[in-house]
T-cell receptor, first 116, second 115 residues
Framework: NAGVTQTPKFQVLKTGQSMTLQCAQD?????MSWYRQDPGMGLRLIHY???????DQGEVPNGYNVSRSTTEDFPLRLLSAAPSQTSVYFC???????????????FGPGTRLTVL | GDSVTQMEGPVTLSEEAFLTINCTYT??????LFWYVQYPGEGLQLLLK?????DKGSNKGFEATYRKETTSFHLEKGSVQVSDSAVYFC??????????????FGKGTLLTVNP
């Protein structure tokens, strides 16, 4: 198993550009989520999905879109990049959404994004 | 809303020293509690977890006990190694409605262990 994979590892954008951060998992997990990590802020939830075709907003969703057309993939789209979106982005997945509160999340290696 | 407060870092220790990283939480209902660790340049990985009051999670010499009466989940290790240098995150998981749940993280504590 590759686990949770993310591409690219690093990306530099100019203000106003758009891009998609890719996330894939091969563990057949139903639950997937995107976080951003900023210094002194911990991890904050951007969007999550409890299964193919179902997505919902997290704590900081503005400026980001997601879709979940398959169980394996959960891309994060930046519509018009802003310097405030400079951050490290982590994708995560977990097995169960019903048992949820006891479940472990598996994290990808992260994408470091800089917006100039 | 749910929140996690962990001790501010950075924490710098010598090898074989005793480690405590404090974590307290606020949550409705009965959360599960976690410690995640992030090594330099990597994503987070689960270190240990506890799902109900008085449970003790343990892994790699680290321990934490779910204390409902003090709403705490402090991380401890009796003898740290240089390889334990990392950022440690306390987190809780609660239901966010229906069958969904969410994970709330603390801000992280950077631990540096010197030889």
């Amino acid at each position: 198993n590759a686990g949770v994979t993310q591409t690219p590892k690093f990306q530099v954008l100019k203000t106003g550009q758009s891009m998609t951060l890719q996330c894939a998992q091969d563990m057949n997990h139903e639950y997937m989520s995107w976080y951003r990590q900023d210094p002194g802020m911990g991890l904050r939830l951007i969007h999550y999905s409890v299964g193919a075709g179902i997505t919902d907003q997290g704590e900081v969703p503005n400026g980001y879109n997601v879709s979940r057309s398959t169980t394996e993939d959960f891309p994060l789209r930046l519509l018009s990049a802003a310097p405030s979106q400079t951050s490290v982005y982590f994708c995560a997945s977990s097995q169960e959404r019903l048992a949820g509160v006891t479940d472990t999340q598996y994290f990808g290696p992260g994408t470091r994004l800089t917006v100039l | 809303g749910d929140s996690v407060t962990q001790m501010e870092g950075p924490v710098t220790l010598s090898e074989e020293a005793f480690l405590t990283i404090n974590c307290t939480y606020t949550a409705t209902g009965y959360p599960s509690l976690f410690w995640y660790v992030q090594y330099p340049g990597e994503g987070l990985q689960l270190l240990l977890k506890a799902t109900k009051a008085d449970d003790k999670g343990s892994n790699k010499g680290f321990e934490a006990t779910y204390r409902k009466e003090t709403t705490s989940f402090h991380l401890e290790k009796g003898s740290v190694q240089v390889s334990d240098s990392a950022v440690y995150f306390c987190a809780l998981s609660t239901r966010s409605g229906g069958s969904n749940y969410k994970l709330t993280f603390g801000k992280g504590t950077l631990l540096t262990v010197n030889p």
